[in-house]
């Protein structure tokens, strides 16, 4: 017992212990109450995160669906003008040429998809502020 709390004690020594009226069992049940209904609101939450996250995937497989095919089609165009550009290339600037070509014809497909994923990942960590 450190000096206060006998200083305490000594100074309300005559007085009468204080009546409860059910003040502590009123406070336990406001904070009961508040931790149920943060368990709801995390609940509610977690919910509302997993069927944002399925109808990002749902969104994602359908345009995989639409446009998948083409991108891998154009993907492996370009990686077959490339090897063909490094391996028959009577110069190195013909093989230069060609491979920049290659890659910026490729590459535009490719920077959209990287910037909308970009950009959801922005809107997401936005959303989270």
């Known amino acids: 017992m450190n000096d206060f709390d006998a ?29 149920k209904t943060a368990k709801v609101r995390n ?7 997993a069927a944002a996250a399925a109808a990002v995937c749902y969104g994602a497989y359908g345009l995989m669906g639409l446009y998948g095919q083409e991108v891998l089609a154009t993907a492996g165009l370009e990686v077959a003008r490339v090897h063909g550009a490094l391996s028959g290339a009577p110069s190195v600037g013909g093989a230069a040429q060609g491979m920049l070509q290659s890659f910026g014809a490729g590459l535009t497909q490719m920077l959209l998809v990287f910037g909308a994923l970009a950009g959801g990942a922005v809107a997401y960590r936005a959303a989270q502020d």
């Open 7 to 35: 200083l305490l004690k000594r100074s309300f020594a005559e007085a009468p212990e204080p009546a409860d009226d059910g003040f502590s069992v009123q406070i336990s049940r406001a904070v009961a109450h508040r931790e």
């Open 43 to 49: 609940a509610a939450y977690t919910v509302g995160m």
